[in-house]
């Protein structure tokens, strides 16, 4: 059949082509490509596929492993082991390019070279070359195949995408903690002692939640909650492009950050570190966005939504930032890109190189991170003024401008409940995770949009509204970073509430 894989041994050649006997016996008449040529009595192996007048073509490999990444792969895990389904993934990854990861069907994982999600696919060939050139696979993950997928949140930690390097339980318990609270967009790394050095690897990347829609986007980037609303102009694509470009970059910053060739930098290991990451993550989105004949006001409004973070979010209560703003504050990163207006058509390494000098001259100094997080008093100004030009007080807001900011808030939820609604586990969870960040006086809306969706969606809100007793603290865990664990870490969100 079309895509099958040959391993065998040359007998004959016959009309063109040559006979290939298959280990189990059986032949198959095959036309071989390329500068490679058999030898008759020699042992090939390929991947045949069929021309247009039905003859088998193949091209020789090396291994079977050599087709397995160049093309789509599944794997199945090793029985209910998940420790033994990564090590196997491992040593398919080891000799890996970069790929997308997804559920297959049944229980299997699939590894494919391309998504078929244009955003995603946009964001990965930016970097792509830059990470197959610094030896780097991006195992980026298939959100919107996620999405749709049938898994059962019970079983999600044994069956689902563990292809870190030593089935690590934190990254597996990072991976379901981020898709139970809503696909919120990540890079993980793990940090490993080899022979007494520090060796870091990407584990997965998850590039943007796809139940957020532009202004759950911008939402989250400011810090702001559901009382603000965001008022940009940035489209769906713009956000999932901006935000799968950033997390892409971010699987390439402790390579490139390094103090020199070969030698890796710790991203995680301090604030500071994190925010030089930040940086440059952002500055190198930003770059491949206008590389591409992004929007420049698209931007514009990131590095607004950036610095309005230093505003909405900080504690007045205690008086400081909340943890991890101060960190994520990368505005000045973002429109130092945004002023190389002449980075058109640049290539992925010239991106990665120029990031690199904006995230070193534009950082934060690290004394700003060994003290009491707060903004200084020029800081606080200007944020303010950038939460003023992308944010809109619900709270106060006249009866008027409400139905104004709705009818921006539907069009988007729209947008979303088209996508989903073919698939009936998709659009139940849009259901379920949406509910969470509808802005404040809009909840109408919202149930008008999603009334549509399949009829199980009246369940699943009854039983997410049992566990949102409290939405600022769940609206918190959805913002929760890697490694960062609260006191209430034993109720998941969604968790014991559905099952697909």
Not at 14 to 19: I, K, L, P, S
Not at 382 to 411: I, K
Request: proline share 4%; hydrophobic share 45%.
């Amino acid at each position: 059949m079309e895509g099958e894989i040959v391993v065998g041994t040359v007998r004959a050649a016959r009309n063109g082509g040559h006979v290939v006997v298959r280990r189990d016996g059986s032949t198959i008449d095959v036309i071989f490509d390329g500068k490679a040529s058999p030898l008759i009595g020699g042992d090939v192996v390929g991947q045949v596929r069929y021309g247009n007048f039905g003859e088998a073509r193949m091209t020789l490999k090396n291994s079977v492993l050599d087709i397995l990444l160049e093309g789509r792969a599944r794997v199945f895990p090793m029985g209910m082991r998940p420790d033994l389904t990564a090590r196997v993934l491992a040593k398919l990854l080891s000799r890996a390019r970069s790929a997308v990861m997804a559920p297959g069907a049944g229980i299997s994982i699939e590894r494919m070279p391309v998504s078929s999600d244009p955003n995603l696919a946009w964001a990965m060939a930016a970097f792509q070359p830059e990470a197959e050139r610094l030896s780097i696979a991006l195992n980026v993950i298939d959100v919107q195949a996620v999405a749709r997928a049938q898994w059962q949140q019970s079983s999600l930690r044994d069956l689902t995408l563990p292809a870190d390097i030593e089935g690590s339980r934190r990254t597996m318990n990072d991976l379901t903690r981020l898709l139970r609270s809503g696909f919120h967009p990540e890079c993980n790394r793990m940090v490993e002692q080899h022979t007494g050095n520090r060796e870091i690897s990407v584990n997965f990347v998850l590039p943007y939640s796809p139940f957020t829609g532009a202004l759950g986007f911008a939402r989250n980037v400011a810090m702001m909650d559901v009382g603000t609303f965001p008022d940009v102009s940035l489209t769906v694509s713009e956000a999932r492009r901006l935000s799968s470009a950033r997390h892409v970059a971010l699987a390439l910053a402790h390579n490139r950050l390094g103090a020199g060739a070969g030698i890796q930098a710790d991203v995680e290991g301090s604030p500071r570190a994190a925010h030089m990451a930040a940086c440059f993550a952002d500055a190198a989105a930003a770059l491949a966005f206008i590389a591409d004949g992004g929007r420049p006001e698209a931007v514009a409004e990131y590095a607004d939504l950036k610095e309005a973070s230093l505003y909405y979010g900080y504690d007045m209560a205690a008086d400081r930032l909340r943890e991890g703003v101060l960190t994520e504050a990368t505005h000045r990163a973002i429109r130092a890109a945004a002023a190389r207006t002449s980075f058109e058509g640049a290539s992925a390494k010239e991106i990665v190189t120029e990031a690199v000098r904006i995230a070193r001259r534009t950082a934060l100094p690290a004394a700003r991170f060994s003290m009491e997080e707060r903004p200084l008093s020029s800081e606080a100004a200007s944020a303010q003024a950038a939460a003023e030009r992308v944010g809109r007080d619900l709270r106060d807001a006249s009866h008027q401008d409400v139905q104004e900011m709705s009818e921006a808030y539907r069009r988007d939820l729209a947008f979303l409940v088209d996508e989903h609604r073919p698939n009936e586990a998709a659009s139940a969870r849009l259901v379920a995770f949406g509910a969470v960040h509808v802005p404040l006086r809009m909840d109408r809306v919202f149930d008008e949009e999603t009334r549509s969706l399949p009829s199980h969606r009246e369940k699943a809100v009854a039983d997410i509204s049992a566990l949102v007793a409290n939405r600022d603290r769940l609206a918190n865990r959805i913002k929760a970073k890697a490694g960062r664990h609260s006191e209430d870490e034993e109720i998941e969100f969604g968790e014991p509430a559905m099952a697909f």
